[in-house]
């Protein structure tokens, strides 16, 4: 499902702020300043999950001081819903992992399964060292397979959008954090 113009348009209407653009660029960069103090010497492999990370990484590298290679990987798994599902693999991890230090950077780690998997993948590559950064993880008060060693902000167990989030596709160009009424 995507959203016409109009209804993207009320979905924002209905929905309601719960982080401020200053509070998602406050969040950002604390997690530039973490990586700059643990990642400086191993010239690590970034790793973007596209599509909900392109807004967070393309902030954050600009503040990141020391030298690095960058590339992407593209796995949805809630497709266009707000289920969790399947994962689906659009731009597997490849070669270039191995022998790397490698840092993921990704969206928001709510059940975690997309993370989890990503790490195994680049393990199973021959990654030498994983690291990840999420822009947020969402407190679902569930156990996680695997925790964020850079974390932005914590999110309630809310569906939320913006920020490289979307809603059935739209609004991820939003410099704020909304979550739909009642969700
Ligand atoms: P996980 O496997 O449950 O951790 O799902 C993580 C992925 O689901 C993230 O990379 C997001 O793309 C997506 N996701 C999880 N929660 C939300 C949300 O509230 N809004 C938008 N996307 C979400
Ligand atoms: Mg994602």
Do not use: C
Not at 37 to 49: C, G, I
């Amino acid at each position: 499902m995507t959203l016409g113009n109009r209804e993207a348009r009320t979905i924002l209407q209905d929905a309601e702020m719960i982080r401020s653009a200053d509070e998602v660029q406050a969040a950002v960069q604390r997690v530039a300043d973490g990586i700059n103090a643990t990642l400086a010497d191993q010239h690590p492999l970034v790793l973007s999950v596209m599509g909900g990370a392109v807004v967070f990484t393309g902030q954050l590298l600009p503040m990141l001081d020391f030298p690095l290679d960058f590339d992407y990987l593209h796995v949805s798994r809630y497709g266009n819903g707000q289920q969790g599902g399947v994962l689906h693999w659009k731009v597997a991890p490849r070669e270039n992992v191995k022998g790397k230090v490698v840092l993921v950077v990704d969206d928001i780690l709510d059940e975690g399964e997309t993370l989890h998997a990503i790490k195994q993948r680049v393990l199973e590559l021959g990654a030498s060292q994983f690291y990840s950064a999420v822009f947020a993880d969402k407190a679902n008060g569930k156990g996680k397979p695997i925790q964020a060693d850079f974390v932005g902000m914590e999110l309630p167990n809310r569906f939320v959008f913006g920020y490289g989030m979307d809603i059935h596709g739209a609004w991820r160009n939003l410099p704020a954090i909304y979550a739909v009424k009642g969700k």
